[in-house]
Nanobody
Framework: QVQLVESGGGLVQPGGSLRLSCAASGSIFSVNAMAWYRQAPGKERELVAAITSGGSTNYADSVKGRFTISRDNTKNTVYLQMNSLKPEDTAVYYC??????????????????WGKGTLVTVSS
């Protein structure tokens, strides 16, 4: 079975930094795009940043210049470095991956997986 496990959330003061990690594990054949989403209380889930297997990235306008997404393909891990955090960055952050995996003798292509989320709270 495939799972995504996030870590690194917590409480930070405005202007501070946090680094989130998300590791994909299981019978993985390949990992394509990986991304971070977030959902604030009372709001819809939104894309924060995404990165392709080749390293191309895109960001939400609200985090450009402050957040950096990166990945380690040898570890099937994606990171989100968050700097200059603001109270409005408070949300549950979810990892997402598009990957192919084995189950028994079958290979499943381009399946979408989500982590359970990690809470980031920006407050003084």
């Amino acid at each position: 079975q495939v799972q995504l496990v996030e870590s690194g959330g917590g409480l930070v003061q405005p202007g501070g930094s946090l680094r989130l990690s998300c590791a994909a594990s299981g019978s993985i054949f390949s990992v394509n795009a990986m991304a971070w989403y977030r959902q604030a209380p009372g709001k819809e889930r939104e894309l924060v940043a995404a990165i392709t297997s080749g390293g191309s990235t895109n960001y939400a306008d609200s985090v450009k210049g402050r957040f950096t997404i990166s990945r380690d393909n040898t570890k099937n891990t994606v990171y989100l470095q968050m700097n200059s955090l603001k109270p409005e960055d408070t949300a549950v952050y979810y990892c997402n991956a598009d990957l192919s995996y084995y189950s028994g003798s079958s290979l499943y292509y381009d399946m979408d997986f989500w982590g359970k989320g990690t809470l980031v709270t920006v407050s003084s």
